[in-house]
C-alpha cells in the first residue's frame, strides 16, 4: 500500500523505532543499550529536538541507526493537542479535516532540511503522530507535496510506551517487555 505498516523479509525479525527524541537524558543511554546489544534502529525524531540535541542524531548515524521524521514540532503525551496542533477546527462534531497543506509541507520541509544538515543525507521515512495513523492514506498527498520521496512508516505493533506512569516505571516496563514479546509473531 502506500505505507510501511509491517515487514515481512523471511526469518524472525522485529524492526525497532522510536518516535519523538531525541531526549537528552534517555535517548544517550538508549543508544548505548543499542550499541552494548549490537541492535540497530529506525528513530523518528522532531525538527524541534534534532535542533536542541544535534550530536544525538550524529550519534544515530555513527551508531548505523536510520533517522527518520516525525514532523517539527514534538506531541505531548496522548496528543491532548492534536486538534490544535495538527489538525483545523473541524466543521462539524462528526468531520475531521487535514491541516493545511502549508502547515504540514512547512514543517516536513524544516525537519528534512535540518535532518540534511545534521546527517548529510536526506531522510527516507516520516512517521505521523500515533493518534493520526489510522489515517494515514488522507495524510499521504500531504506529505507527499512537501518531499515525494519520504516514504509513510506506521507501526504494526504498539507498545504504548507513552503511557508509562514514570512513578512505577519499574513495574511499567515489564509489562511493556511483555506485552510486545507476547504479540510478536514471525
Known amino acids: 500500500g502506500n505505507a510501511i505498516s509491517s515487514f515481512k523479509p523471511g526469518g524472525q525479525y522485529a524492526l525497532l523505532t522510536f518516535s519523538g527524541g531525541p531526549h537528552a537524558v534517555y535517548t544517550p543511554q538508549l543508544l548505548e543499550i543499542l550499541k552494548k546489544k549490537g541492535i540497530v534502529a529506525t528513530f523518528f525524531v522532531t525538527g524541534r529536538a534534532a535542533l ?3 550530536a544525538l542524531i550524529e550519534r544515530m548515524v555513527r551508531d548505523g541507526h536510520d533517522v527518520g521524521i516525525e514532523g517539527f514540532h514534538a506531541q505531548p503525551t496522548a496528543f491532548p493537542n492534536i486538534a490544535t ?3 483545523p477546527a473541524p466543521s462539524s462534531a462528526t468531520q475531521t479535516r487535514l491541516p493545511p497543506l502549508a502547515r504540514l509541507s512547512h514543517g516536513i520541509n524544516e525537519t ?3 535532518l540534511r544538515d545534521i546527517t548529510h543525507k536526506t531522510p527516507r521515512f516520516y512517521r505521523p503522530p500515533i ?3 489510522p489515517h494515514f492514506n488522507e495524510l499521504l498527498p500531504y506529505v507527499h507535496s512537501a518531499h515525494p520521496e519520504l516514504q509513510i512508516v506506521l507501526h504494526s505493533l504498539d507498545s504504548n510506551d507513552r503511557l508509562i506512569d514514570l512513578k512505577h516505571l519499574a513495574v511499567a516496563s515489564t509489562h511493556f517487555v511483555e506485552h ?3 504479540k510478536l509473531t514471525p
Open 180 to 182: 510486545i514479546v507476547e
Open 85 to 87: 496542533d495538527f489538525l
Open 112 to 114: 528534512v532540511s535540518l
Open 131 to 133: 493518534a493520526y495513523t
Open 52 to 54: 536542541l540535541h544535534r
